[in-house]
């Protein structure tokens, strides 16, 4: 995704997708100018997928146009559907099965539950953010119980946005942590 932005930032990405035109066999002046100016620009997108990628691939070397290497590396890095959907489910799991751990924080919790969340976007998932705060809510440690029913009552999970959760977990975390020391002397 981060090559295709790029590209087409660059307004190059007509040329991955559409790749050069071929000529007729009586083509004008403007038609031969076309396809070199695109020529040209295809040469200069094979440049940029050349230094974004690794020597070592091979399977990209013999491809004749930025097309056929676009084409070439979604295939080794993405695979085919069923290899999608397959990675997709995978993930799915992963994030189903994701809960806090008694000694992680909440930033640490939600860096790998957003790394997940992620991960499954960049693989096709669509996600409504409501579904990220209820996932986080019911998988946090029994430690926040009654801050997860203090969001839970004053909030309407339906609106309630993800930074506006994290906000108010953290603040229940820091005074968590700030009256332990207390509890400990007793």
């Not at 066999?25 to 997108?45: F, G, I, N, R, S």
């Not at 094979?46 to 930025?66: G, R, V």
């Not at 295939?75 to 992680?104: H, W």
């Not at 801050?147 to 909030?155: A, P």
Request: hydrophobic share 40%; proline share 2%; net charge negative.
């Amino acid at each position: 995704m981060t090559m295709e932005s790029f590209l087409r930032s660059k307004e190059m990405w007509l040329i991955i997708q559409d790749g050069i035109p071929l000529l007729g066999t009586h083509p004008t002046e403007a038609q031969e100018k076309v396809v070199a100016d695109v020529t040209l620009k295809d040469l200069k997108v094979k440049n940029c997928l050349f230094q974004a990628i690794d020597k070592e691939l091979d399977t990209i070397l013999d491809k004749s146009t930025s097309k056929k290497i676009w084409q070439s590396m979604q295939q080794k890095f993405q695979g085919s559907t069923r290899v999608k959907r397959a990675q997709l489910q995978a993930l799915r799991r992963e994030f189903e099965l994701l809960t806090m751990k008694d000694a992680e924080t909440i930033d640490q919790y939600l860096g790998r539950t957003l790394s997940s969340v992620n991960k499954m976007k960049s693989n096709g998932e669509v996600m409504d953010s409501c579904i990220v705060v209820s996932k986080i809510l019911i998988s946090l440690t029994l430690k926040f119980n009654f801050v997860v029913c203090s969001i839970e009552e004053s909030n309407d999970l339906s609106k309630l946005i993800l930074d506006e959760l994290r906000g108010s977990l953290l603040v229940h975390e820091q005074r968590m942590q700030d009256s332990q020391p207390d509890e400990q002397v007793l």
